[in-house]
Each structure stands twice: as C-alpha cells, then as structure tokens.
C-alpha cells in the first residue's frame, strides 16, 4: 500500500497528528506527563506551521512540524540558541520539530526520508534557505544525506528528557544529487496539489479496467506502462538485458503526466502503470481538480491534447526497448539540468531511471561520442546539445 503525503489541512487530520504525537511521546517512550491524549501548543495555532503527514490509507502513520520563522518565533529556539548562526546566515530559516512515526512503522524504509523530502521542496516553495532543528542524535547519519550539521554538541534536554544535537541544513549548501531530488519537474502541467505518494519498485500505481479517478504527475523517479503480450497471456515488462529485442514499453519520468485518459472521459483504465525505479513520488490530482483547471486555462487543455497526440503516434509506429530507455534517460537529463542550465549527478540520475551506474554510463556513452553530453567529472554530466538530446524523447 502507498504511504500518501501530504499537509494536515482539515482538522480531523490535525487532531489525528496530536493524538499520534501523545502516542509516540508519551505512552510509548514516557518523555514527561500530560494530562490529555492529544499533545498540540501555542505554535499550531500560527498561519507560519506546517504540519506534514504520512498516511496509510486514512490513518496518519507519521508527522513532522515546521514552522517558519515569524515574530512570534520558533520553537526550535526554545530547546537551543541558534540565534548566532541566524545572524550569521542570509535568508528565510525554519524549525522543524514533533517528529513521530507510529511504532509499527518506525522500520518502514523510506518513511522517514519521505517525510524530509516533501520538507524540503515544501519549504523551498515557501522561500526557505535555511532549516534547523533541535533532534535526536540517532537520526543524525540519516539527515546527513539531507545536508545537516551539527551546529554544536550532543546534550541532554530537561524540557525534552532526552539527548538532542542541534542542526541546520543550508539549501544554498546541499550534497551532490540533494539539489536534484528536492526541486519540482521544470514544467509542470497542472497546479500544485496537496497529496502525494510514495509508490516501490514493482507496485502497481493503476491497474487496467479499473475505474480512473485520479490523474498523476511523476515528481521523482520512473514507471512503466505496462502492455499486453499477443498472445494475450497477461501484462508483459520489459527489461534493460534484452532491451535489443522486442517492443519497449512507455518509460515516463519526472514531469510526465499520466493516468489522464480515463479521467478525461471516466470510462476505466485502458493499462496497468507500475512503479519501475526503486520508488516513485507523484502528486495526485482528483477528476474535479483536472477538469476544473482545464475550463479555468485552455493553454493547460491544449499541452494536454499535444501530450495525447505525442503518445498515440508512438503508440502506433512503436519503440524498441532501447529506444524505450534512452527516452527516459533524455527526458531526465532535461528536465533535471533545467533544460541545460544544471548539471546533473550520475547516481542520482541511474537511481530516478532504475538504472545501475554501468548501465547509464553504457547507454548515455553515444551522446557523449556526438557531443551532446559531457562529464564534467566522473559525477557528474552537462548537456551540450540541448536540442539534439531532446531528439531521444519519445513520450511528451
């Protein structure tokens, strides 16, 4: 089952966020009394808090809060005094604190490092240069790879009753491939939504003949579009080992739109998409939110029928399963280097492609023998020939 993403809007998902942090804080790891099964402050009330959910169907699995910087402060402050590195530092800060995950799904991999990515492009989206936070030092080696350093030494909270480091993550400072996974797709078709998900290799995101009420844009990572075989003995997946033979399914990645056809017309699925990289996040929009934008702005109707065009006519001429990849791999590349302004980290690229590293280098070796891409380092690649990569794309 997907874990779903999203920003605590309505009061019950808030009142679900409280009870969990009453949960986790104090039946479960007896931080300090309270009276109340529901733990919420004076900050939740503030226009400047966030509180971003995980959801397994309708029940909030996970939630961490952020508040950003406002005259009332922060309650980062409270536990520790950054205030020498806000003075110190250029640029919007915020705090981030309540992190709980429900004890069931604490081991649940990629739950916490879900719950900071949607942080972090969210907080972005808001003007955010800088994040700090007063948290546990067990998570530390994870939010490493998020950019954080401690700011000074582990030690104990009497408020908190536990050991904390403090830490700040600077936006104009992040790790190679950070960069990457933490911006929006360059052009996306529809407005912002408030729910996402977090699908894993293999997970089926739609299935054919089912009803479609839902549209998807892929935000991270990669899926397929699973086809038929002739002889009609079930769904067929194609793979990078044989990619010389045989017909390649539809690879979409970042920026894509898909699940739109049912949605368009409500009739049900014509085809099964599947997560196809080690997991995919995409933002979900209603059948309403699609129709209501598309008679608000004809513009979005009209990329949207060039996006049905594109993909009947490779329906009909076909592709080959290389060809399959290397469209994937271009439509990366150009959506991620911002249409050849960034550079692009390698590992991260194979990683959004469900790729190895040898496999991208194999099959991006080409354009580097044409010219249209170099290495700027054994790292990283930059576009050269942004026209003649955008060749290879074959699905809008």
Not at 319 to 328: D, G
Not at 343 to 369: F, H, M, P, R, Y
Request: glycine fraction near 6%; include cysteine.
């Amino acid at each position: 089952m997907p874990i779903r993403l999203k920003a605590a809007q309505t009061a019950a998902e808030r009142n679900e966020v409280y009870k969990l942090r009453y949960q986790v804080f104090v039946e479960e790891e007896n931080r300090f009394d309270h009276s109340s099964d529901r733990i919420f402050d004076f900050y939740d009330t503030l226009s400047e808090n966030v509180n971003f959910v995980a959801m397994v169907a309708d029940r909030v699995v996970g939630s961490m809060r952020v508040t950003i910087d406002n005259p009332l402060g922060m309650p980062a402050l409270e536990h520790y005094d950054f205030s020498h590195l806000m003075k110190k530092k250029s640029g919007k800060f915020a705090g981030i604190g309540w992190l709980c995950i429900a004890k069931d799904y604490r081991r649940h991999r990629g739950m916490l490092t879900a719950l900071f990515k949607m942080m972090i492009r969210e907080t972005k989206n808001r003007g955010v240069q800088h994040v700090i936070a007063p948290l546990h030092p067990n998570i530390l080696p994870l939010l490493k790879r998020f950019g954080a350093n401690p700011v000074d030494k582990e030690f104990f909270s009497e408020k908190l009753n536990v050991p904390i480091v403090p830490i700040h993550i600077d936006y104009n400072d992040l790790p190679p491939g950070l960069r990457e996974f933490s911006q929006d797709p360059f052009h996306i078709l529809f407005q912002d939504s408030n729910e996402r998900r977090i699908y894993r290799k293999g997970e089926n995101i739609i299935e054919e003949g089912n009803p479609g009420n839902e549209a998807f844009l892929i935000m991270r990572g990669s899926v397929e579009v699973l086809a038929h075989s002739k002889n009609g003995g079930g769904l067929v997946s194609g793979g990078l080992a044989n990619k010389a033979s045989g017909k390649g399914n539809p690879l979409l990645g970042q920026g894509r739109v898909f699940g739109e056809l049912a949605l368009l017309d409500g009739s049900v699925r014509t085809a099964t998409v599947v997560c196809h990289s080690k997991e995919v996040d995409v933002m979900v929009w209603t059948r309403a939110q699609v129709l209501r934008q598309l008679n608000k702005d004809n513009q979005i109707a009209i990329r949207l029928c060039e996006i049905l065009a594109n993909r009947l006519r490779v329906q009909v001429e076909g592709c080959h399963k290389e060809q399959a990849y290397n469209s994937l791999l271009a439509s990366a590349i150009v959506d991620t280097s911002r249409e050849a302004c960034e550079s692009v980290d390698l590992t991260w690229l194979s990683t959004q492609c469900g790729l190895n590293l040898t496999e991208t280098q194999a099959l991006i070796d080409q354009w580097v023998k044409e010219g249209i891409i170099r290495y700027d380092d054994c790292k990283t690649l930059r576009v050269c020939e942004l026209d003649l990569l955008k060749k290879n794309i074959k699905w809008k």
